[in-house]
């Protein structure tokens, strides 16, 4: 028995035209899943397979919660998911991807939909996913502000970066810079 056998959904034989499954993603399902992108969470995941002249639609609804690290502080964060998507499924000889049709064998007439699940949360995580502004580790918001190599200047916007500013308890120390290398922070300007 596989460790995903509980995410099979049986599509020959399908009693009805329409069957909803629901799944609960929990800690477990992602430890299982042995990803790097996602560890932990807690998503509910609505699959509503409808049988049609010579495919099954399968719909997914998720909607959650998931753990993951913050861009800036690498402190866990809740990243909320919301998501619907569409798959298409037909039964043929064995297993193949056909553009957006899935095809699985026909003998085995079911389909696992753990990695499907999986693949619609991952690809719905935000590119930049930070903390809300002041719940960022303010120890390492302020080794960021210490590191920073550019100097602001007039013309010159460093607010991209998103540091939350009302930390007035962390110290930043201003570093002399060697007027050899000042004439280097023009090359980001030149490009």
Same mark, same amino acid.
């Given at each position: 028995?596989s ?7 049986p599509?020959?034989?399908l ?5 909803t499954?629901?799944?609960?993603? $929990?800690?477990s399902y992602?430890?299982?899943? $042995?990803s790097p992108?996602v560890?932990?969470?807690n998503v509910k995941?609505?699959i509503?397979?409808k049988?049609?002249? &010579? ?16 861009d800036r ?15 298409q ?5 064995? @297993?193949a ?14 389909i696992?939909v753990?990695? @499907?699940?999986y693949?619609?949360?991952v690809l ?12 960022c &580790? ?15 200047s007039d013309? $010159? ?5 998103? @540091?939350?500013?009302t930390d007035?308890?962390?110290e930043?120390?201003?570093?002399p810079t060697?007027?050899?290398w000042d ?9």
């Amino acid at each position: 028995m596989s460790k995903f056998s509980q995410y099979n959904i049986p599509l020959r034989g399908l009693a009805t035209e329409s069957q909803t499954y629901d799944f609960v993603l $929990d800690n477990s399902y992602f430890q299982k899943i $042995d990803s790097p992108e996602v560890q932990h969470g807690n998503v509910k995941c609505t699959i509503t397979v409808k049988k049609k002249t &010579n495919l099954f639609e399968l719909s997914f609804n998720v909607d959650g919660i998931i753990r993951i690290p913050c861009d800036r502080c690498l402190d866990e964060m809740d990243q909320v998911i919301r998501y619907k998507d569409k798959l298409q499924v037909k039964l043929g000889e064995k @297993f193949a991807e056909e553009g957006d049709i899935v095809i699985i064998p026909e003998s085995e007439g079911e389909i696992n939909v753990a990695w @499907f699940m999986y693949e619609l949360i991952v690809l719905n995580i935000p590119l930049k996913h930070v903390h809300a502004p002041g719940e960022c &580790n303010k120890t390492m918001v302020g080794k960021l502000k210490k590191h920073i190599t550019r100097q602001k200047s007039d013309d $010159d916007d460093i607010s991209d970066l998103d @540091f939350d500013d009302t930390d007035d308890d962390v110290e930043t120390d201003e570093v002399p810079t060697d007027p050899r290398w000042d004439g280097l922070q023009n090359i980001f300007e030149n490009n």
